[in-house]
C-alpha cells in the first residue's frame, strides 16, 4: 500500500464549477499535511497546508482533514483556466521529510 | 520565486557520465531536502541535510548518488556513472523549524541519452 493515495485524474471540470480532490494517507501518525499545485514542467507550489481536523479556507481553496479517516481534501471554487494544474496530496512523515501521492491533473474547460 | 535556487535548469548527458547539481536553499533554512520526480509521478525523497549533517538517505540514493552541504549553506548532488533509469526531475526543498513548511526551487531536469 502506497503511504499516500489519490483520486485518479484527469478531472475535467467547466469553469466556475467546483472541484473536489480526494487524498488518502497510511500514516495515522502523520501531522501535517500539504496541498501542492504544479504547472507542467515546473516545480510544485505550495497553495495550502492544514494541521487540525476540519475545514480550511483560503480564497477559492478549501482544505479538509478527517485524521480518523486518513483521509485530506481540496475543493477548488468557481475554477479557473489558470487552476488547470497537477495537484498534488503531501504528508510530512518522520523527520519532516514529505510523502506525496502521484497527483491528480485538473483540466478547466472554458 | 520561492527563493531556493537550482542549478543547472537542464542537463542532457550520456549514459555513464558523472553530473552534479547544485542548490542554494533560502539563506536562513537550515533543513534542506532532495527529491526525484519521473514523469506520471509525485516527487519521491532522497536525502535531507539539517546544517552540513545528512541525517537520512532513502533507499532509492544508490551508491551512485551522493550529495553534500560542506558548509551548511548550499548542496550538491552527484550521480556517478548515470543510467537512463535516472532520467527524473531532481528538486531540492527547504524549511527552517518551527515551520514545516518546505519551499521547492525549480527543480533540475536530467535527461540521460
Known amino acids: 500500500q502506497k503511504e499516500v493515495e489519490q483520486n485518479s485524474g484527469p478531472l475535467s471540470v467547466p469553469e466556475g464549477a467546483i472541484a473536489s480532490l480526494n487524498c488518502t494517507y497510511s500514516d495515522r501518525g502523520s501531522q501535517s499535511f500539504f496541498w501542492y499545485r504544479q504547472y507542467s514542467g515546473k516545480s510544485p507550489e505550495l497553495i495550502m497546508s492544514i494541521y487540525s481536523n476540519g475545514d480550511k479556507e483560503d480564497g477559492r481553496f478549501t482544505a479538509q482533514l478527517n485524521k480518523a479517516s486518513q483521509y485530506v481534501s481540496l475543493l477548488i471554487r468557481d475554477s479557473q483556466p489558470s487552476d488547470s494544474a497537477t495537484y498534488l496530496c503531501?504528508?510530512?512523515?518522520?523527520?519532516?521529510?514529505?510523502?506525496f501521492g502521484a497527483g491528480t491533473t485538473v483540466t478547466v474547460r472554458a | 520565486d520561492t527563493g531556493v535556487s537550482q542549478n543547472p535548469r537542464h542537463k542532457i548527458t550520456k549514459r555513464g557520465q558523472n553530473v552534479t547539481f547544485r542548490c542554494d536553499p533560502i539563506s536562513e533554512h537550515n533543513r534542506l531536502y532532495w527529491y526525484r520526480q519521473t514523469l506520471g509521478q509525485g516527487p519521491e525523497f532522497l536525502t535531507y541535510?539539517?546544517?552540513?549533517?545528512?541525517?537520512?538517505k532513502s533507499r532509492l540514493l544508490s551508491d551512485r548518488f551522493s550529495a553534500e552541504r560542506p558548509k551548511g549553506s548550499f548542496s550538491t548532488l552527484e550521480i556517478q556513472r548515470t543510467e537512463q533509469g535516472d532520467s527524473a526531475m531532481y528538486l531540492c526543498a527547504s524549511r527552517i523549524p518551527p515551520t514545516d513548511t518546505q519551499y521547492f526551487g525549480p527543480g533540475t531536469r536530467l535527461t540521460v541519452l
Open positions: 503531501a504528508v510530512n512523515t518522520n523527520d519532516y521529510k514529505l510523502s
Open positions: 541535510f539539517q546544517n552540513e549533517a545528512q541525517l537520512e
